[in-house]
């Protein structure tokens, strides 16, 4: 797995550092800089509005007594854009800048929200997806209600 990260890694720094010499040798050193620096601020800025829209749309859903699925995965996309501007380069940008665009988060949206469900404890326990209980150690289920609880003391 780590050996996974670090050639990704060294395959992103080649893949930045070929995007900004393309870039620069057509464009020249000043508008290339000027396109790094400006596209990182106008992609913060344009996150941090989005931020701020989804949490507001989060916080009504829940007003509404309804679970913020698609909310907290476009936050989660949001804030990946928001990182992914802070780091320089061309390219990161450029996906930071897709991962903005609401129809491209809708494509991502349905496999964060699967991935979640999938991987999460609470998913498990009956709040993503409707299981009959398994049974534990002791190889019995017993279907109950709880009607009134008291801690007992020995």
Known sequence: MLQRIGVFLLLYVAAEMAALIVLGRRLGVLPTVLIV????????????????????????????????????????????????????????????????FPPTRAVLRHAVISHFTRNSTLGRMGLGRKRPPQPTRGGRVIDARVIETRVVED
Request: charged fraction near 10%.
């Open 37 to 100: 620096l400006g596209g990182g601020v106008i992609g913060a800025w344009v996150a941090r509005r989005q931020g701020l829209r989804t949490a507001a749309r989060a916080h009504r859903t829940m007003a509404q007594g309804a679970v913020p699925s698609h909310e907290i995965s476009d936050g989660l996309l949001i804030m990946l854009a928001a990182v992914l501007f802070m780091l320089p380069g061309v390219l990161t940008d450029l996906v930071g800048l897709a991962l903005l």
